[in-house]
Every structure is written in structure tokens, then in C-alpha cells.
């Protein structure tokens, strides 16, 4: 398993616990674990590019 792969597997599951836990409503529950999911892989994706460039 590649680190991306890791950092997707987390975030899936990270993101469900999220939005069962912080949304009352099975629609909000969705969506917020949507942006969750989003927020986590975007910044897994940013880091490592600044890891990346500080690297150089």
C-alpha cells in the first residue's frame, strides 16, 4: 500500500466518524463527511508538495 493510498484510507473512515459525530441529520451527516473527506485529502496533497519543495 502507497502512503496516498494510506492517507485515502484514513481519511474515508476518519471522515465517517466525523460526520456521524458532529451531524444530527443523515444529510448533513453526508455532506459534512464529503467535505471532511475532501479537506484531508487536499491537505495530505499540499503538504507534501511542501515537503516536497523544502526537500529540494
Known amino acids: 500500500m502507497t502512503h496516498f493510498a494510506a ?3 484514513f481519511a474515508f473512515f ?3 466518524v466525523f ?3 458532529q451531524r444530527e441529520k443523515p444529510r448533513d ?4 463527511g464529503i467535505y471532511c473527506f ?3 485529502v487536499a491537505s495530505a496533497i499540499v503538504l507534501s ?3 516536497f519543495l523544502i526537500a529540494r
Not at 29 to 32: G, L, N, P
Open 7 to 9: 492517507v485515502v484510507l
Open 14 to 16: 476518519a471522515s465517517i
Open 19 to 21: 460526520g456521524i459525530t
Open 29 to 32: 451527516m453526508i455532506r459534512y
Open 38 to 40: 475532501v479537506l484531508f
Open 49 to 51: 508538495w511542501v515537503m
